[in-house]
């Protein structure tokens, strides 16, 4: 497994990701987060059992950020190498992270264009139209 990236980095390459995003005009990422669970933990119930996550941390828990493009297959059905990004974020440094983070996907968003929902807004109203015809 790849070992994580510094949160510098992490911004350098999302902001780079989403960048050649915008220049093929599509494609998607996906960004998840999710909790980093306590190592070793001295609670008397083992890490695997399903109720260890209910338990409420002693301390707040850093967090993983993952970005990946997705990616597993091009135009021409030849695998190509997915792109995955990950950092961890310390409890502490949470709010400086995500000021950044909501920086850097906005940044990368400006380009996108709305998506046209005319023609869906023209079915409805025909098949309303319909409807009240045949009242």
């Known amino acids: 497994m790849s070992s994580h990236l510094s949160n510098e980095e992490f911004f350098t390459k999302l902001g780079s990701l989403l960048e050649t995003r915008q220049q093929k005009g599509h494609g998607s990422i996906f960004l998840t987060q999710k909790r980093l669970s306590a190592q070793g933990s001295s609670t008397s119930k083992p890490a695997d059992s399903p109720l260890a996550d209910l338990e409420a941390p002693s301390a707040p828990l850093p967090i993983l950020i993952r970005?990946?493009?997705?990616?597993?297959?091009?135009k021409d059905r030849k695998k190509s190498e997915k792109i995955k990004l990950s950092t961890v974020v310390q409890p502490d440094e949470l709010e400086a992270f995500y000021t950044r983070y909501a920086d850097v996907c906005k940044q990368g968003m400006q380009a996108l264009k709305k998506r046209d929902r005319s023609k869906r807004k023209k079915q409805k109203q025909g098949k309303k139209k319909a409807q009240d015809d045949k009242k």
């Open 67 to 74: 970005a990946t493009d997705g990616n597993s297959q091009t």
